[in-house]
């Protein structure tokens, strides 16, 4: 049994399966499991760079594709709720979060304030 986890988005789902951030293939630590995780790597790997190709064992495979999601409606929901502050002080949401973007440790995406955005994680 395998682990392979999705990472695409409503709307873009063709381009990020072609253009992978990464891909991560979870198993388990046996002679069988090790040989289906590279077979799979085989699959990804004529058009995913291995470099982007992360194993692990499948537990943590899982658990990485649930935090991911967690860390992705945790950025939605404070770029919303800085949209409440900034309404009730006159500050700008778009100037805010293109400031806060602008940070390389945060970076830009998923910083448009919206209603049900969280919904489908879609980058802009």
């Known amino acids: 049994i395998l ?5 695409l988005a409503e ?6 399966l072609l253009n992978a951030d990464r891909v991560l293939i979870g198993g388990e630590d046996t002679p069988e ?7 799979l790597c085989w699959v990804y790997g004529h058009w995913i760079n291995r ?6 064992n499948t537990w943590s ?3 990485s594709k649930l935090a991911a999601n967690a860390f992705l409606a945790q950025r939605i ?3 919303n709720s800085l ?3 900034c309404e009730a002080t006159g500050a700008d949401i778009s100037e805010v979060a293109r400031a806060v973007g602008l940070d390389s440790r945060i970076g830009s995406k998923f910083l448009q304030a919206s209603v049900g955005e969280w919904g489908h994680f879609r980058s802009r």
């Open 77 to 79: 929901s404070s770029i």
């Open 51 to 56: 470099c982007n190709i992360i194993t692990m």
């Open 11 to 16: 709307g873009t789902a063709i381009d990020d």
């Open 83 to 85: 949209s409440a502050v």
């Open 3 to 7: 682990s392979n986890p999705e990472f």
């Open 61 to 63: 495979s899982e658990l």
């Open 33 to 39: 499991g090790q040989a289906a995780i590279e077979e």
